[in-house]
């Protein structure tokens, strides 16, 4: 039977649907089953409709990788 490993992908669009970021969560262990996202002053609030959660990142602190 196959198995599948969680992952999670957050995408800021601009307003022609373009990505002008993604975030991602490759193990699946900080934001699983996210779902609303807010953006206040650098700060994301990420909270899950099935999950008791609310992630805080803090978008100074995150790794970039290059293209």
Do not use: C, Q, W
Request: charge should be negative; proline fraction near 3%; glycine fraction near 8%.
């Amino acid at each position: 039977m196959a198995s599948f490993k969680p992952t999670t992908m957050l995408l800021e669009l601009d307003g022609h649907g373009n990505i002008v970021r993604a975030l991602m969560d490759l193990d699946g262990e900080k934001v699983r089953y996210s779902s609303e996202v807010t953006d206040d002053a650098g700060t994301l609030y990420i909270g899950s409709f099935i999950e008791p959660y609310l992630v805080r990142v803090r978008l100074d602190r995150l790794r970039s990788v290059a293209e």
